[in-house]
């Protein structure tokens, strides 16, 4: 028998009103190859002071529950926002629901007749959430980069400019080049 290595940590906020539902989520979760760390609560309430108390890397909800929906969790979510993975999962939402959900920012839905799929879909939406995740902190960093050779250009008494070699485009100028220059 091969060994699986190390189970992944995962911290998991579960959105369910059933203890049996949320068990067998659990229980899929973990022969999926995670370590699961996990709260579950059933109201809006439960679920806003989870997310003051504590990080989660994933928010698994049922659809229909009495005190609480799938749709107003992921409405408490977005407002937050964040980039927190959002999986639905429900014994009964139909196709049109389900596109609702995923219209409305819901990650991913998976059927609970089909719990098996559930691993491998919190597998793909933390790996898209951190591609967004390092695509927002290299659209930051180049901003700031920038910021800093606008303020370093602008501030600078040497004329200079950039060009593509080999190119006759002019990208930048400094403002130097006029006042040393004598023309724009």
């Known amino acids: 028998m091969i060994d699986p290595g190390p189970a992944t940590p995962l911290r998991v906020l579960l959105i369910e009103d059933s203890e049996d539902d949320a068990a067998q989520e659990l229980r899929q979760l973990k022969q999926g190859g995670y370590e ?9 309430s439960d679920m806003r002071a989870a997310l003051d108390d504590a990080t989660w890397d994933i928010v698994i909800s049922d659809y229909r529950m009495p005190r ?23 014994g009964t939402i139909g196709e049109e629901t ?29 790996r898209d959430a951190e591609t967004r995740i390092e695509r927002r ?6 901003r700031e980069s920038e910021q800093r050779f606008r303020q370093l250009a602008e501030t600078i008494g040497d004329a200079f400019f950039i060009q593509d070699v080999g190119a006759p ?13 004598g023309r724009t």
Do not use: C
């Open 36 to 44: 699961v760390a996990h709260k579950r609560v059933e109201s809006e």
């Open 68 to 90: 609480f929906s799938g749709l107003a969790a992921l409405a408490v979510l977005r407002e937050r926002d964040t980039d927190l993975p959002f999986i639905v999962v429900s």
């Open 98 to 126: 389900a596109v609702a959900m995923m219209k409305a920012g819901a990650s991913d839905y998976v059927m609970k007749g089909n719990l098996t799929r559930l691993a491998a879909a919190v597998r793909r939406e933390l």
């Open 137 to 142: 902190q290299a659209r930051t960093a180049l």
């Open 169 to 181: 485009r002019i990208h930048y100028v400094s403002p130097a080049y006029e006042a040393i220059w």
